[in-house]
C-alpha cells in the first residue's frame, strides 16, 4: 500500500498542493455564481464582493427564465448529451470489445483508424458534415447533433475502453461459452460491468465537451426549437451590450446538470482513474 | 459415454505452429495428465477440445461423434481454469446454477444438482457468498462445483491446483481422485506437476513442442521411456544423463541412469566421484558427485551421513540404465 510509505509531512505538502489546486480551479465557478445573484451596478462595482441585502438581486433568473425557452434549452442539452453518451459507451464498448476480443484480418490497423479520431478534430469537417445534414435533411433537429457528438466522442472511447477490456480474464470469458453465453451476454453481463469504471471516465470525457460545444449547434442546429442551453446564452451577449446578470445566471444553471451527472459517475471515475495504479 | 478421440490435430496462430498434428485416444472414464514444458501446446489442446479455438485442421470426436463445429456448451463438457473464473457478480450458487440455466433446465432441477455438488465439496456455508468474499481454495471448490453441476461427459482441467498452496495442493487433489472415483466420468487434466501427474492419471501423455512425445501409465513412462525427453522430463530428481562415448559405450548418444538406481560405496565401484553437495530430506538423501564424466546425482533412501570433497564409488543397478541413439530415441535391449 502507498499510505503506509508516506511520511505525514509529505501528504501535508500534497494536501496543501492539492488545495491550491482546487481553490484556483474553483475560483472562476465560484464568481460566477455570486455574482449571478447580484444586480449590474454592483457586479461592475465589486466584482468580488458577495451578494448582501442592497446588492441582492434575481433579475438575472428572471430574464432567464422569462426570455426566450430556457426549459426548452435544458431540455435540448440534456437529450442530447446523454443520447449522445448512451451511443458512444454503447458502439464504443462493442467495437473495443470485437477489437479486443477476436482475431481477425486487419485487427490493429483498425484499430489504429478508429483511435486516429482522437488526434483530428472533428470541427475540420464541419462543411462536409453541414452538406451531410442539409442533404438528409437533418438540419436543425436533435439527431444532427447527436449523430455528429457521437462521431466525435467514439475515438476515445474505443481506445480507452479497449485497454480496459484487454485486462479481462480470457478465462472468464470462455467459462461462460463453455456455460452457453452468447456472445452478446459474455458482452453485457460479464464483460461490460467489469470495465464499469473505464465506462464512467468514458462518460464525463465525453460529456463535458457535449454540453460546452457552441459551435455545432450554432452551425447544424441553431432554431429556437432546438437550441442548447449554451448557444442559448448568446443571446443575451450582444455586440453593444451584455446582459450580465442573465448570462451569468444561465451559467449558473448550466452547472447544475453536469455536476449532478459527474456525482452520478464520480465514484466509478475515480476507481476508473485509480485501477491502474491501484491493485 | 465420454470417449475422446483427436485425428492429427493442428493448429496455428498466424506463423507459428502450436499444435504440430496431435493424435490421441482416450477411453470412457480414463483420467488423463497431459504434461509437458512451459509453452509445448498443452493449453491449446485442451482450447481446441473444448472449442473454445479452433483447430487448423485435424478432427475432434467426442462420444464417436465428430465435434469440430459444436459450439462449447453441446459438447458435453466442463472445464475448470486455473484462474478459477468465477463470475464475479453472481453468488456461488448462481455461479454453478448459470450454465444449466443457458440450457433452459428448470429450477428444481438447477437446485437440485447444486444442492448434490455443493454437498459434494463441502460449500453448502457458502453458497450466498460472492466470490471475492471466497478463499481460493474455496473458489477453486467452487469453480469445480461449476463443473459439476453441468454432469459433462468430459471433464477438462487446466492446472486447476497451480494457484493454491502446497497443503491445500494436496487436499484438492485427494478430492479430484475421489470425484473420479464417484462420478467415473473422463477427465483430462493439464499440470506441471509431476507429483500430481503421477499420483492421479490412469494414462499421463507427455507433450513437447507441439507433439506428443509418449503415453503411456505412469509406470510404464517411469519405467520404459521411448524418448530422451520423457527420461528426462518423468522422475526427480532428474535422470543423469551422461554421453555415450564418455562411459565407453560408443554405440549409444546418451545413456540415462535414475539417481535412485544408483548404490554408493566408500571403498569401490564402476565410477570414483567426489561429493559436491548433500541434500538430506529425511525420507531421501540426495548426493551430488562429480565424476571423470561430469556430475551425477544419486538418490538414497533414508538417513546418510557424507562428507563434502569425500570420494565415493558410485555403481548403476544392472538392467536399469537407458540408453538412446542419435535421434534421442530408445535403443532396444
Ligand atoms: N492466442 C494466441 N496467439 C498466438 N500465440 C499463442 C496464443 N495462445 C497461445 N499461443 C502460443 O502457443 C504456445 C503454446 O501455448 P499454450 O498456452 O498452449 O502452452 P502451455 O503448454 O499451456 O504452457 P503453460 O504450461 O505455460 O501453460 C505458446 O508458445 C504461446 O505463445
Ligand atoms: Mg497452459
Known amino acids: 500500500m502507498a499510505k503506509a510509505r508516506t511520511s505525514p509531512l509529505r501528504s501535508g505538502f500534497v494536501h496543501v498542493a492539492l488545495i491550491i489546486y482546487t481553490l484556483i480551479a474553483l475560483f472562476p465557478v465560484f464568481l460566477i455564481i455570486i455574482n449571478s445573484f447580484k444586480d449590474r451596478a454592483s457586479i461592475f462595482r465589486n466584482p468580488l464582493g458577495l451578494p448582501n441585502a442592497s446588492s441582492f438581486s434575481l433579475v438575472g433568473y428572471n430574464s432567464v427564465l422569462t426570455q426566450g425557452d430556457f426549459t426548452l434549452y435544458f431540455q435540448n442539452s440534456l437529450i442530447v448529451t446523454s443520447v449522445s453518451i448512451f451511443f458512444v459507451l454503447l458502439f464504443g464498448a462493442m467495437a473495443a470489445f470485437a477489437l479486443s476480443e477476436y482475431r481477425f484480418r486487419g485487427n490493429s490497423l483498425m484499430g489504429l483508424y478508429l483511435a486516429l479520431g482522437i488526434m483530428i478534430p472533428i470541427r475540420l469537417g464541419t462543411v462536409a458534415i453541414l452538406q451531410g445534414m442539409v442533404a438528409t435533411g437533418l438540419v436543425n433537429t436533435l439527431t444532427a447533433l447527436i449523430l455528429v457528438y457521437t462521431a466525435q466522442g467514439l475515438p476515445l472511447a474505443v481506445f480507452i475502453l479497449t485497454e480496459f477490456m484487454r485486462t479481462v480474464s480470457d478465462d472468464l470469458k470462455n467459462a461462460g461459452r463453455i456455460d452457453g453465453l452468447t456472445e452478446y451476454s459474455i458482452f453485457f453481463r460479464l464483460v461490460l460491468p467489469l470495465v464499469k469504471p473505464a465506462m464512467a471516465t468514458v462518460a464525463v470525457f465525453t460529456m463535458i465537451p457535449i454540453w460546452n460545444d457552441l459551435w455545432f449547434p450554432l452551425i447544424l442546429a441553431p432554431s429556437d426549437a432546438t437550441k442548447t442551453v449554451t448557444l442559448g446564452s448568446q443571446v443575451f451577449i450582444g455586440q453593444f451590450v451584455t446582459n450580465w446578470n442573465a448570462v451569468l445566471a444561465a451559467l449558473t444553471l448550466a452547472i447544475l446538470p453536469v455536476l449532478v451527472l459527474y456525482f452520478l459517475f464520480s465514484r466509478q471515475l475515480i476507481r476508473g482513474i485509480t485501477s491502474g495504479a491501484v491493485k | ?333
Open chain 2, 1 to 333: 459415454m465420454g470417449s475422446l478421440k483427436i485425428e492429427n490435430i493442428r493448429k496455428s496462430f498466424g506463423q507459428v505452429d502450436v499444435l504440430k498434428g496431435i493424435d490421441l485416444e482416450v477411453r470412457d472414464g480414463e483420467f488423463v495428465i497431459f504434461v509437458g514444458p512451459s509453452g509445448c501446446g498443452k493449453s491449446t489442446l485442451l482450447r481446441v477440445i473444448a472449442g473454445l479455438e479452433d483447430a487448423t485442421s485435424g478432427e475432434i470426436l467426442i462420444d464417436g461423434k465428430k465435434v469440430n463445429n459444436t459450439p462449447p456448451a453441446k459438447r458435453g463438457i466442463a472445464m475448470v481454469f486455473q484462474t478459477y473464473a468465477l463470475y464475479p457478480h453472481l453468488s456461488v450458487r448462481d455461479n454453478m446454477g448459470l450454465g444449466l440455466k443457458q440450457a433452459g433446465k428448470p429450477a428444481e432441477e438447477i437446485k437440485e444438482r447444486t444442492r448434490i455438488a455443493s454437498a459434494m465439496l463441502s460449500l453448502d456455508d457458502y453458497l450466498e457468498r460472492r466470490p471475492a468474499e471466497l478463499s481460493g481454495g474455496q473458489r477453486q471448490r467452487v469453480a469445480i462445483g461449476r463443473a459439476i453441476v453441468r454432469e459433462p461427459q468430459l471433464f477438462l482441467f487446466d492446472e486447476p491446483l497451480s494457484n493454491l498452496d502446497a497443503a491445500l495442493r494436496v487436499n484438492t487433489r485427494l478430492e479430484i481422485a475421489r470425484l473420479h472415483r464417484q462420478l467415473k466420468a473422463t477427465m483430462i487434466y493439464v499440470t506441471h506437476d509431476q507429483v500430481e501427474a503421477m499420483t492421479l492419471a490412469d494414462k499421463i501423455v507427455v507433450m513437447n513442442k507441439g507433439r506428443i512425445e509418449q503415453v503411456g501409465s505412469p509406470m510404464e513412462l517411469y519405467n520404459s521411456p521411448q524418448t530422451l525427453f520423457v527420461a528426462g522430463f518423468i522422475g526427480s530428481p532428474q535422470m543423469n544423463l551422461v554421453e555415450g562415448a564418455k562411459l565407453g559405450d560408443p554405440a549409444a548418444k546418451t545413456v540415462g541412469i535414475r539417481p535412485e538406481h544408483i548404490q554408493v560405496s566408500n571403498t569401490s565401484g564402476t565410477w570414483k566421484g567426489s561429493v559436491i553437495h548433500v541434500e538430506h530430506l529425511g525420507a531421501d538423501t540426495i548426493i551430488y558427485l562429480q565424476t571423470d564424466f561430469g556430475p551425477l546425482t544419486v538418490r538414497l533412501f533414508g538417513e546418510h551421513q557424507y562428507e563434502v570433497d569425500q570420494v565415493l564409488y558410485a555403481t548403476p543397478d544392472a538392467g536399469r540404465t537407458y540408453r538412446f541413439d542419435d535421434k534421442d530415441q530408445i535403443i532396444k535391449a
